[in-house]
């Protein structure tokens, strides 16, 4: 898959918010770490956990020679974790880490480490969600608790508003906490929480004062996130006149509480353990999380992200979380443990435009959520070629200025802004450049080539030649949609790749919904411009999409697993766009995704409420993949909390998805066969008296036995079993091929779909 420069630049941006410098290892200075205890080892003369932790801190001595000097540097004590990981974190020299390894019940430590949000800010596409409408169906989502671990709330908008919301559940154990410009009574119905965390980014970071101490959000994300997920109707949204209608959460009537971790200075694993070991006790249903450590960074067992959502998967809690916005090569995928519900983003069907009317009545019609008001006049049109010097440009300022695609088009949209030229058309061969400037400061209109000789000769041709503006055209309806867009990352999951990632794709590019309307939005000329809605791009606006969807199956469902939940919204996803075409992968020509690109297909919540069989796991089968992918009984004790003897190890989870690498060793011939046998149970959650016959599609090449091919449920809850074989040559003729195995009831009335892939890429 080529990878192009813009989507670096995308990257960047998006890291660049919230990085934060990273220390080397040094003797005295004081690190934050992540310290895991095996609570069974608490002697009994404390009282509690905590206790236990803080004395342990308090006696442990500093035994370096720079000891003398960092004497004053006690050790402080950050976070007692409880119900996510046994443990604490604290600020420790690299010295008295050494000796608190010595005390009696230390597991392992890791080291505090800052996140991303999964937001690409600058990437526009183009689209909102065709189908929200039968998403909001009233009911659906009540009495549900998401948990959002993000930027905080912005209290006030409208989709906070619990109008027509039910009582909170009684089973609810959180607060509202107080803090800056914020109360415990701006919680209502709707907003039954909200609390912030920050040591671990002021143990970082000593001499920072935090203006807004608060779970107020003044940065718009988690305003953002949270809306998509649950907010209540707003009526009259718009991005300034863009996208303008209602706006509603995926699950209306869903009650929302909001962790605050993302700051502007930065994000930090010991916060963000805290809030979910804090989500874990006050006791949500689904956790939302659109952030995550960078992919180098991203070992199973030391990302406090996977361990601390093992326990809440534990207690039955349904986690989605954003793949990343890394991609799109292969391997770029983040938040891949095998408990979550791992998503990535997909284009929407709605499209954002401006009109260039040139003088002689053509119009050419492109991507702009520009903002300002555009004189409806006509204006001479000038070229100006590469628009190569600003002082050119600034002595025809007050034309339509048309620059050609031969300098970097960064550098000529940053001339023309310099020259502050009143109008520009940019004519450019990349086709998905324009997503970065449709923001634009000023009336600029991105077109292609063909586009772009159209204006030329108009211009060439006439001797006074003369163009218009228009912004503001929404349209719905458009296709082919969704396409799977460049930024989302890409699986294998680095650290379980025999377990197929991601899971599903959902809308993630140009979202509107709510905004911190303190954060500024865009700039129009050189005017910061606030709006209370936001359209944005990112894995970090599809995770909350199957948040929300998540909460509607719970509450159809409210007695299954995690597991069966996800079942339900990978096997009932779809794999066509609204061409009734494969979707397509933006990065690729618009070849056919890949479910390494998509996983199961495009989330499908009407479906998802009613999948016929379901895929379940428990707590003991991720074991028995933990076991199976060998870590030391040490590293499993993290995740369960409990010794565990890995009697039973297996590395086929029972998943509605299917990975095979067939070219494991890299050493093949192109006589060599490759064979692989996956064993599933699926639990009939239709009514009883069901019979299903497998049909698998695609796979060309590749031998695929199902057996038995056929599965008789005598009652609901019944459980079968089949095992799915794959066998064929270890040089493949693809390096990556796939198909779907496809369960049909007799009656037509289910069609539970799996992914199934083969393939030979590696990730060196
Ligand atoms: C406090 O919140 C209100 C909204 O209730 C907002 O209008 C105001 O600007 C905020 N004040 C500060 C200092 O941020
Ligand atoms: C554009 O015009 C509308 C209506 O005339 C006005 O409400 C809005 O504030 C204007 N926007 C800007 C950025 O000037
Ligand atoms: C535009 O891009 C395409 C595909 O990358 C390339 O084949 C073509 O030569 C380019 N055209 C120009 C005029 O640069
Ligand atoms: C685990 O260890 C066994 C025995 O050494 C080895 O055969 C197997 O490939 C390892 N599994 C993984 C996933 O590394
Ligand atoms: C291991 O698997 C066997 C057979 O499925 C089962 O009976 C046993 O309880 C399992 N043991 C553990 C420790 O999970």
Redesign the pocket.
């Known amino acids: 898959m080529p990878q192009s420069s813009t989507m670096n630049f995308l990257h960047i941006l998006s890291t660049v918010l919230f990085i934060v410098s990273f220390h080397p290892f040094t003797r005295a200075k004081p690190n934050t770490y992540i310290i895991h205890m095996d609570p069974s080892a608490m002697p009994k003369a404390f009282s509690s956990h905590h206790s236990w932790y803080f004395s342990m801190l308090s006696s442990i001595s500093d035994t370096s020679e720079a000891a003398s000097a960092s004497s004053t540097v006690t050790s402080k004590h950050l976070y007692t974790y409880t119900h996510s990981i046994n443990g604490f974190s604290a600020t420790l020299t690299l010295s008295k880490l050494e000796s608190l390894k010595k005390s009696f019940g230390y597991l392992s430590f890791t080291r505090d480490r800052p996140l991303t949000v999964h937001t690409t800010h600058t990437s526009q596409f183009l689209g909102l969600n065709s189908v929200s409408g039968a998403w909001t169906a009233p009911n659906y989502g009540e009495d549900v608790i998401i948990g959002i671990v993000d930027s905080g709330i912005?209290?006030?908008s409208e989709s906070y508003s619990d109008e027509g919301m039910a009582q909170v559940p009684t089973r609810w154990k959180g607060k509202c906490e107080s803090g800056?410009?914020?109360s415990s009574s701006f919680c209502n119905k709707k907003l039954i929480g909200a609390r912030f965390y920050n040591k671990g980014l002021l143990s970082s970071h000593p001499k920072l004062t935090i203006?807004?101490n608060s779970p107020?959000d003044?940065n718009g994300h988690g305003t953002h996130t949270s809306s998509i997920a649950a907010g209540n109707s707003a009526k009259g949204a718009s991005y300034f006149g863009y996208a303008s209608g209602t706006a509603n959460g995926m699950a209306p009537r869903a009650h929302i509480a909001m962790y605050k971790v993302v700051w502007r200075y930065g994000t930090y694993t010991s916060d963000v353990l805290a809030a979910i070991d804090q989500a874990i006790q006050d006791g949500v249903d689904i956790l939302s999380l659109s952030l995550g450590l960078s992919v180098d960074n991203n070992v199973l067992d030391d990302d406090p992200i996977a361990v601390a959502t093992f326990a809440a998967m534990e207690k039955g809690i349904f986690i989605a979380a954003s793949a990343g916005n890394d991609g799109p090569l292969y391997w770029s995928l983040v938040n891949g443990a095998p408990w979550m519900l791992t998503v990535a983003a997909g284009s929407i069907d709605r499209e954002f435009d401006g009109i260039l009317t040139l003088g002689n009545g053509v119009q050419i019609t492109f991507e702009s959520l520009y903002p300002g008001n555009f004189s409806r006049n006509q204006m001479p049109l000038v070229v100006m070629d590469e628009c190569a010097s600003v002082e050119e440009l600034r002595q025809v300022r007050n034309n339509i200025i048309v620059c050609k695609d031969h300098l970097s088009i960064n550098d000529q949209v940053e001339n023309a802004e310099s020259a502050m030229v009143s109008a520009a058309v940019f004519i450019s061969n990349y086709s998905y450049l324009s997503e970065l400037y449709t923001r634009s400061s000023f009336p600029a209109a991105f077109i292609g080539l063909d586009d772009g000789q159209t204006v030329i000769d108009y211009i060439k041709q006439n001797s006074d030649p003369r163009g218009r503006f228009q912004f503001r055209k929404t349209r719905i309806g458009t296709k082919p949609a969704p396409k799977v867009d460049a930024y989302s990352s890409r699986g294998p999951f680095l650290s379980c790749p025999n377990v197929l990632k991601p899971d599903i794709l959902a809308p993630g590019s140009l979202v509107l919904a709510s905004w911190s309307?303190?954060s500024e939005v865009t700039k129009v000329g050189s005017h910061p411009s606030f709006s209370k809605f936001n359209i944005l791009s990112g894995t970090s606006m599809a995770a909350p999409h199957a948040a929300g969807v998540a909460a509607l199956v719970k509450r159809a469902h409210p007695d299954w697993s995690p597991a069966a939940i996800r079942s339900a919204i990978m096997t009932t996803a779809n794999p066509f766009d609204n061409n009734l075409s494969p979707i397509k992968d933006v990065s690729n020509f618009n070849q056919p995704a890949s479910p390494l690109d998509i996983g199961a297909g495009h989330i499908n919540p009407i479906k998802a409420l009613d999948p016929g069989l379901v895929y379940d796991a428990k707590p003991q089968d991720y074991m028995k993949l933990l076991c199976a992918m060998n870590y030391t009984s040490k590293k499993i004790r993290m995740f369960t909390k409990l010794s565990h003897d890995c009697m039973n190890r297996s590395l086929d989870l029972n998943y509605p998805a299917f990975i095979a690498f067939f070219n494991d060793d890299g050493l093949s011939t192109s006589a060599d066969k490759f064979e692989q046998e996956f064993q599933r149970t699926v639990t009939n959650v239709g009514k009883g008296g069901m019979a299903y016959t497998a049909k698998v599609t695609g796979m060309d090449g590749i031998k695929v036995m199902v057996e038995p091919p056929k599965l008789v449920f005598k009652q609901k809850y019944e459980k079968q079993s089949y095992k799915l074989r794959l066998e064929g040559p270890k040089l493949l003729k693809k390096d990556v091929m796939f198909g779907a195995l496809s369960w049909r009831d007799d009656a037509g009335k289910y069609m539970v779909t799996s992914p199934i892939m083969a393939t030979t890429i590696t990730s060196q």
């Open positions: 912005w209290p006030e800056t410009n914020f203006p807004m107020r003044i309307p303190v």
